[in-house]
């Protein structure tokens, strides 16, 4: 069974960091490109960070240089460090975990960013 477990998120004032980590399991997790989405409150599900399996990343332009993507494949885990958080980052954070065919999805964590 394949499975995804977020954590990490919560509340915090405008500035501040949040690490979040999802742990896969149920699948060959080192051979999957690794990704966060986020989705705010009437908007669509939008990548923010993406990591493959050989650990090159690619962030979206709006949180560039404030989030850092990395993964241990040995603890099936992949972070999400973000810092000076805007109102605007708040959100839903999903993991997401991609090969191929395959695209597996965790239930999401929370985000919020308010003062």
């Known amino acids: 069974q394949v499975d995804l477990v977020e954590s990490g998120g919560g509340s915090v004032q405008p500035g501040g960091t949040l690490r979040l980590s999802c742990v896969g399991s149920?699948?060959?997790?080192?051979?999957?490109?690794l990704s966060w989405y986020r989705q705010a409150p009437g908007k669509e599900r939008e990548q923010v960070a993406r990591?493959?399996?050989?650990?090159?990343?690619n962030y979206a332009d709006s949180v560039q240089g404030r989030f850092t993507i990395s993964r241990d494949n040995a603890k099936n885990t992949v972070h999400l460090r973000m810092k000076n958080l805007k109102p605007e980052d708040a959100g839903i954070y999903y993991c997401?975990?991609?090969?191929?065919?395959?695209?597996?999805w965790g239930q999401g964590t929370q985000v919020t960013v308010s003062s």
């Open positions: 997401n975990a991609h090969r191929l065919t395959n695209s597996y």
């Open positions: 990591i493959s399996y050989l650990s090159d990343t």
């Open positions: 149920g699948f060959s997790f080192s051979s999957y490109s």
